[in-house]
């Protein structure tokens, strides 16, 4: 078991340069068992979703190589089976992306139900929809396994009852292949269904429409290989960003798409930071108190969910009282406890939080109580006083590569401590 120690006070400054996207990297690397050929990936994050899914592949039959920490080869040619077990796929919610890519290359898939971050339930019937809708039967089974099979995916229109990032990518995958042309009405245009599209245009599909609401796909027989670079994380460059403001620090944000950092951005600078764009990147700086502001989260182009306990600790340090209002998820508001123990004034109920700023935050003992909510704690930490400990720091490796190093880097003070086994965290320093 590990844990961080953060010590409180520091300023961060300097320079930071963003990885590639998870949740485009957990979307790309399921698109490959589409291929007919060997694929390049390059710019994907160093991070266990990532892992997770290259062991999956591997475990499908793939042959896997690693060039570097950023960059994979992986020829899908060799698959051989279309099963992912319940230990590989509870390791993360983008398991699930399989169904869809395995069901378009061999018209049949059987796939445990995915793991993830726990925001209540998690329900995946639009993407069930979409498969039925393309003449796909599911059947659900035993130990939480799901079987999709069919003789022939057909294209169909498909309106999606909720704005889902993972139907959307998951209906693309199984739709890729198709006979005929299948849209995707209200689908999600988060920059990552973008970058899927793109990825898979280049390995010679038909995708148009990603990043508006209705997505066309015009099946074709093979697609080729295809060497590829994901884009930016808008999440972690937002983390970042938050940061900045949050210490009243100075940093420069490197390899972003300041389109896709828009929302966040206007909020920052409605709190009163600075934030100045150039063409990969935005240098934020907060000199002002931070000012009160409502924010209310929204599928892109709003203001991310997966932003909202980041931005939560900003509030908490707010000169006066702010409303968070959640609206993607039923359930993401359980890192609060843990800010209040660091002392925050927040009432939550339902999905509505609301803070009534104080000076500073007090270290205490916390969690990680998910993956963002993880580095929002790490952000509260830095900005404490006194020295705070986070515990169940695995869900922040799930998706921010190399966490302590970036932040070092940038002036904080912060180390991973690993106790020895059978040593309650508790007793440890
Ligand atoms: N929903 C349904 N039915 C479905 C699917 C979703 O009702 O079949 C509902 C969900 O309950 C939720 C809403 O639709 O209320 C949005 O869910 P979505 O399907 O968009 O979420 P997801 O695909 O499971 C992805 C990201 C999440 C991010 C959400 C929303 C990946 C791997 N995960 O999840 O990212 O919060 O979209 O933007 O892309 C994270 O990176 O920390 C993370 C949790």
């Given amino acids: 078991m590990e844990k961080f120690i953060v010590n409180g006070g520091c300023r961060l400054a300097g320079e930071i340069e963003i990885s590639g996207a998870k949740n485009a990297a957990v979307a790309i690397l399921p698109a490959v068992v589409l291929s007919d050929g060997l694929c390049r990936i390059e710019n994907l994050p160093n991070i266990a979703d990532v892992s997770a899914s290259l062991e999956i592949l591997s475990m499908l039959g793939a042959q896997v190589r690693r060039i570097n920490k950023n ?84 294209g169909n229109s498909i309106y999606l009852d909720a704005v889902s990032v993972g139907a959307t990518v998951n209906i693309m995958l199984a739709a890729v292949k198709a006979r005929g042309t299948t849209v995707i009405e209200n689908a999600a245009k988060e920059p990552h269904i973008v970058d899927l599209a793109n990825f898979l245009n280049t390995m010679g599909a038909d995708v148009r429409g990603a990043g508006t609401d209705v997505i066309k796909i015009r099946g074709v027989d093979q697609l080729t290989g295809a060497t590829y670079s994901i884009i930016p994380d808008q999440i972690e460059a937002g983390t970042f960003m938050v940061a900045a403001a949050a210490t009243g620090g100075d940093i420069t944000v490197r390899n972003v798409i300041p389109k896709h950092l828009e929302s966040i951005t206007a909020k920052l600078m409605e709190m009163g930071v600075q934030v100045d764009e150039y063409d990969d990147a935005v240098r934020v700086t907060r000199t002002e108190p931070i000012h009160h502001c409502n924010v209310k989260t929204m599928p892109h182009p709003g203001f991310p969910t997966d932003m909202q306990p980041q931005i939560a600790v900003l509030l908490s340090m707010a000169d006066g009282t702010s409303i ?23 009432q939550v109920d339902g999905k509505v939080a609301v803070f009534q700023g104080i000076s500073r935050l007090t ?33 922040i490796e799930r998706g921010y590569e190399d966490v302590e190093k970036k932040f070092t880097a940038l002036g904080a003070d912060i180390r991973r401590v690993t106790l020895p086994d059978g040593v309650l965290s508790s007793q440890a320093v």
């Avoid at 899908?76 to 590989?88: A, G, I």
Wanted: hydrophobic fraction near 40%; proline fraction near 5%; include cysteine.
């Fill in 363 to 395: 270290a205490a003992p916390i969690k990680a109580t998910d993956l963002r909510a993880g580095m929002a704690m790490i952000i509260a930490g830095l900005v404490a006083k006194g020295t705070t400990e986070i515990e169940e720091i695995y869900h």
């Fill in 71 to 154: 960059a994979v080869e992986i020829d899908p040619r060799p698959l051989n089976t279309t099963v992912v077990p319940h230990d590989l796929a509870r390791r993360m919610r983008a398991s699930s992306y399989y169904i869809g890519s395995l069901l378009g290359r061999f018209g049949t898939a059987r796939v445990s139900m995915p793991g993830g971050c726990n925001f209540g339930v998690r329900p995946i019937d639009q993407h069930l929809k979409g498969f039925t809708a393309l003449g796909a039967e599911v059947s659900p089974m035993e130990q939480g396994m799901i079987e999709v099979t069919t003789e022939k995916l057909i």
């Fill in 324 to 346: 968070l209002t959640e609206t993607v998820w039923d359930n993401r508001f359980r890192y609060v406890e843990e800010l209040r123990r660091m002392g925050a004034q927040v």
